[in-house]
């Protein structure tokens, strides 16, 4: 039924061995950076490239100030703590994202509350946080409590699934009405846009990811960014084993944490950077030729919205229910086409399943019905 997707896909992109979802490309200065490395003996924890790397996250997506860390998943735990979470505190996230996302909340031992997402930008709806809010929170002292547990919630979470940008700035002014810090998982999201504004800068603090599967990697990578420069001289020394600056004393004045990225890896890091619109360029040219693909064909590929500018990092189709996504899966992965479904909802996972959850109907919706195709470039 879907040979001609297959066939379509096995050439754009010229081949009949087996294609991945997404493999990373170096076509720049990668080498080079890794060799200064090498040479320099700076691999680990010191050494220029860090700074570098730091500084060109920050111009690229407008924040003020960038943190490198060790992945995604210690960005996210980070910027979590920094916000106040800890074991008293509840964090509103979707339920249709990747496991880093309650992981990190798991890591300050507090718990999540799963909000539904809207169907078109698959990220948190906006719609459905402000009625949570208003009937399940009341506000003490300038901070906004669950009424039934009576515990602090203390972030909101969205995230930009497969870097499509949510309902960001109606997210923002909600969160503002409450009283709890917009901590935006925008791991997926590198180079994705709303309303002109970079995903990422509209929260309180962000974190990306430059995991091998993303659209530039660093081996392994994370960035917290933040425009309060408070936040992010904590966020520095937290992910550097709070260490207190001395020439030779060893002095550590809270419980830190060991998650800054080596200088290796930001060697990468840097020399993706340099490559990165190029990238996006390339991904937009691929995701326009599945456009017009299935814009006959009756599928619907999720494009942008008038508000987004979008990385498509991941491209994302919604089949028409559940048996018809079944059988795309197994034709295209037999014939060697990796695809993949939407992660399973959180709140099915047994660490989260008494989570509190607002009415999932959208989430439910397009976990039956989401799956990637391969989107990497190739050069
Ligand atoms: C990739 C990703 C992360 C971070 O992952 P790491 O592998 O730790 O870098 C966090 N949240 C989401 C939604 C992701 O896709």
């Given at each position: 039924?879907?040979?001609?997707?297959?066939?379509?896909?096995?050439?754009?992109?010229?081949?009949?061995?087996?294609?991945?979802?997404?493999?990373?490309?170096?076509?720049?200065?990668?080498?080079?950076?890794?060799?200064?490395?090498?040479?320099?003996?700076?691999?680990?924890?010191?050494?220029?490239?860090?700074?570098?790397?730091?500084?060109?996250?920050?111009?690229?997506?407008?924040?003020?100030?960038?943190?490198?860390?060790?992945?995604?998943?210690?960005?996210?735990?980070?910027?979590?703590?920094?916000?106040?979470?800890?074991?008293?505190?509840?964090?509103?996230?979707?339920?249709?994202?990747?496991?880093?996302?309650?992981?990190?909340?798991?890591?300050?031992n507090a718990i999540p509350v799963f909000v539904d997402v809207d169907r078109d930008t698959m990220g948190l709806s906006p719609k459905s946080l402000k009625t949570f809010l208003a009937q399940e929170t009341t506000q003490k002292a300038g901070a906004c409590y669950n009424k039934i547990t009576g515990r602090k919630i203390t972030a909101v979470v969205p995230m930009h699934t497969f870097g499509h940008p949510c309902k960001i700035d109606e997210i923002a002014t909600i969160c503002d009405e409450y009283n709890i810090a917009l901590v935006e998982d925008a791991a997926e999201s590198l180079g994705s846009y709303y309303k002109g504004k970079h995903t990422g800068t509209f929260g309180k603090i962000s974190a990306f990811s430059f995991n091998g599967n993303k659209t530039?990697?660093?081996?392994?990578?994370?960035?917290?960014?933040?425009?309060?420069?408070?936040?992010?001289?904590?966020?520095?020394?937290?992910?550097?084993?709070?260490?207190?600056?001395?020439?030779?004393?060893?002095?550590?004045?809270?419980?830190?944490?060991?998650?800054?990225?080596?200088?290796?890896?930001?060697?990468?890091?840097?020399?993706?950077?340099?490559?990165?619109?190029?990238?996006?360029?390339?991904?937009?040219?691929?995701?326009?030729?599945?456009?017009?693909?299935?814009?006959?064909?009756?599928?619907?590929?999720?494009?942008?919205?008038?508000?987004?500018?979008?990385?498509?990092?991941?491209?994302?189709?919604?089949?028409?229910?559940?048996?018809?996504?079944?059988?795309?899966?197994?034709?295209?992965?037999?014939?060697?086409?990796?695809?993949?479904?939407?992660?399973?909802?959180?709140?099915?996972?047994?660490?989260?399943?008494?989570?509190?959850?607002?009415?999932?109907?959208?989430?439910?919706?397009?976990?039956?019905?989401?799956?990637?195709?391969?989107?990497?470039?190739?050069?």
């Amino acid at each position: 039924m879907f040979e001609k997707t297959v066939q379509f896909i096995q050439e754009a992109y010229d081949t009949k061995e087996f294609l991945p979802l997404h493999e990373p490309v170096f076509f720049g200065n990668e080498k080079k950076y890794l060799n200064e490395c090498i040479d320099s003996t700076f691999v680990s924890s010191v050494g220029k490239f860090v700074d570098q790397f730091e500084q060109m996250v920050a111009e690229y997506t407008g924040a003020k100030y960038a943190v490198a860390t060790v992945n995604g998943t210690a960005a996210l735990h980070i910027a979590l703590k920094l916000v106040g979470t800890d074991e008293n505190s509840e964090v509103i996230t979707q339920p249709l994202t990747f496991i880093a996302t309650c992981n990190a909340i798991s890591y300050c031992n507090a718990i999540p509350v799963f909000v539904d997402v809207d169907r078109d930008t698959m990220g948190l709806s906006p719609k459905s946080l402000k009625t949570f809010l208003a009937q399940e929170t009341t506000q003490k002292a300038g901070a906004c409590y669950n009424k039934i547990t009576g515990r602090k919630i203390t972030a909101v979470v969205p995230m930009h699934t497969f870097g499509h940008p949510c309902k960001i700035d109606e997210i923002a002014t909600i969160c503002d009405e409450y009283n709890i810090a917009l901590v935006e998982d925008a791991a997926e999201s590198l180079g994705s846009y709303y309303k002109g504004k970079h995903t990422g800068t509209f929260g309180k603090i962000s974190a990306f990811s430059f995991n091998g599967n993303k659209t530039i990697t660093t081996g392994g990578g994370g960035m917290i960014i933040t425009d309060d420069e408070a936040l992010a001289k904590h966020a520095k020394h937290l992910t550097t084993t709070a260490k207190v600056p001395h020439p030779y004393e060893y002095i550590h004045d809270e419980i830190g944490y060991n998650y800054r990225l080596p200088n290796l890896n930001a060697a990468l890091g840097c020399a993706q950077m340099e490559t990165l619109d190029v990238i996006l360029k390339k991904k937009r040219e691929l995701a326009s030729r599945y456009i017009d693909f299935f814009a006959d064909k009756n599928i619907d590929f999720v494009t942008e919205s008038q508000d987004a500018k979008v990385n498509y990092w991941l491209n994302a189709i919604i089949l028409k229910d559940n048996a018809e996504r079944d059988l795309f899966l197994k034709e295209t992965n037999d014939s060697g086409v990796m695809t993949r479904p939407v992660w399973a909802l959180m709140n099915r996972l047994e660490m989260f399943k008494n989570s509190q959850c607002t009415d999932l109907s959208n989430a439910l919706w397009l976990e039956e019905r989401v799956v990637n195709i391969p989107s990497g470039v190739r050069l």
